[in-house]
C-alpha cells in the first residue's frame, strides 16, 4: 500500500520557517523524483519544487527561489522542503508527490505525479 504523508505544516508569522517532511512507504522510493506542490484557496495547483532521484538535481519554482530548499533522505524515505523567509502569499495547502517523469522540470510544470499525500496545511499571517 503506497503512503506519501506530509507533516510540519501550521501557522507562521510572516519572515519566519517551516519544514515539511513528507515520509514514503509502499513504492521503492530511490527510484522516484518527488516533488513539493501547492494550493491557495482559488488558485490553481503549482509545482513549487522538484528534487530528482539519484543526483540531486532540483528545480524551483520562481516565487520560492532563494526562500525554499528541497531536500530527500533516501535511508529514511522522506523528502523535505525547507521554507525560509515566509510571505503571506505562500498560504497554501501543500502536498508531496512521486513519480517517474522525463525531467525533474517537467515533473514540477505539468505537476505530474503518480503518488500522492493528503497535504499540509501552511498559514502565514500576524
Known amino acids: 500500500q503506497v503512503q506519501l504523508v506530509e507533516s510540519g505544516g501550521g501557522l507562521v508569522q510572516p519572515g519566519g520557517s517551516l519544514r515539511l517532511s513528507c515520509a514514503a512507504s509502499?513504492?521503492?522510493?530511490?527510484?522516484?523524483?518527488l516533488g513539493w506542490f501547492r494550493q491557495a484557496p482559488g488558485k490553481e495547483r503549482e509545482g513549487v519544487s522538484c528534487i530528482s532521484s539519484s543526483d540531486g538535481y532540483t528545480y524551483y519554482a520562481d516565487s520560492v527561489k532563494g526562500r525554499f530548499t528541497i531536500s530527500r533522505d533516501n535511508a529514511k524515505n522522506t523528502v523535505y522542503l525547507q521554507m525560509n523567509s515566509l510571505k503571506p502569499e505562500d498560504t497554501a495547502v501543500y502536498y508531496c508527490?512521486?513519480?517517474?517523469?522525463?525531467?525533474?522540470?517537467?515533473?514540477?510544470?505539468?505537476?505530474?505525479?503518480?503518488?500522492w499525500g493528503q497535504g499540509t496545511q501552511v498559514t502565514v499571517s500576524s
Open positions: 509502499g513504492f521503492t522510493f530511490d527510484y522516484y523524483t
Open positions: 508527490a512521486a513519480d517517474l517523469p522525463p525531467t525533474v522540470q517537467d515533473m514540477c510544470l505539468t505537476q505530474r505525479g503518480e503518488y
